[in-house]
């Protein structure tokens, strides 16, 4: 299936964000997001759009969402939401997003399904994970 032939083209993750500034210097000047718009007008109104790269749907059971946070965190600790970010170096990032102000729910983990990751409590209300994909250190036999 090719780009064109899609019915979706772009998935957007609108949030509403009390403290509007913060949230917007979290995700974009210490996540890394690039803004792609910005709109403020007289009223009040004020939108930021962030390119965070691919974007993805995952839906999980309940029983899948209940094992990845035993993993992760050792606990239930999932919102019903949760934004994922794919970062280059999990830990790095995650001490990043610290400072900036966002809760450490649970350090960066090595999960069984291979990759490095973090969970945080992010501005905007945000529960977030930050994770790394891992190299494979599977030998293969030909």
């Not at 691919?54 to 992760?72: K, N, Y």
């Amino acid at each position: 299936m090719t780009a064109s032939s899609r019915g979706v083209l772009q998935m957007r993750l609108v949030v509403e964000a009390g403290d509007y500034e913060e949230a917007v210097r979290f995700y974009r000047d210490v996540l890394g997001a690039a803004q792609e718009l910005q709109l403020h007008q007289d009223g009040g109104e004020r939108v930021t759009i962030l390119d965070v790269g691919r974007a993805t749907l995952e839906i999980s059971s309940p029983e899948q969402v209940d094992m990845i946070d035993r993993v992760e965190a050792g606990r239930r600790i999932s919102p019903r939401l949760r934004v994922a970010f794919e970062v280059a170096d999990a830990q790095d990032v995650t001490d990043q997003l610290s400072r900036a102000g966002a809760e450490v729910l649970a350090p960066p983990t090595r999960t069984p399904w291979g990759s490095l990751n973090s969970r945080l409590d992010a501005p905007a209300g945000l529960q977030i994970t930050v994770f790394q994909e891992l190299p494979s250190t599977e030998t293969h036999k030909d």
